[in-house]
């Protein structure tokens, strides 16, 4: 069993940064992959970023040189830094896990706006 706890999200201007944060309880963490999906208003969920336990990383190309994801498995925490951050990447930001099935995180609220 793994839970999941989102946290760092917030208004910020366009250009502006966040670190998000998953905290995550359970044993299976440190040999799980993890990734950060968003969800925007009237959108279907999409993949952000995605790291594997031996800290191998992909990101989906919208986000590409302005996000990195890192895991500290002592912690049992991922981050998300979002750096130059667009309105377009407003949405609702879930952290996920996957040991025989997907966990979720209860999302964390990201608004880029002026």
């Known amino acids: 069993q793994v839970q999941l706890v989102e946290s760092g999200g917030g208004l910020v201007q366009p250009g502006g940064s966040l670190r998000l944060s998953c905290a995550a309880s359970g044993s299976i963490f440190k040999i799980s992959p993890i990734a950060w999906y968003r969800q925007a208003p009237g959108k279907e969920r999409e993949l952000v970023a995605r790291?594997?336990?031996?800290?191998?990383?992909n990101y989906a190309d919208s986000v590409k040189a302005r996000f990195t994801i890192s895991r500290d498995n002592a912690k049992s925490t991922v981050y998300l830094q979002m750096n130059s951050l667009k309105p377009e990447d407003t949405g609702v930001y879930y952290c996920?896990?996957?040991?025989?099935?997907?966990?979720w995180g209860q999302g964390t609220q990201v608004t880029v706006s002026s």
């Open positions: 790291i594997t336990s031996g800290g191998i990383t």
């Open positions: 996920n896990a996957f040991f025989n099935r997907h966990y």
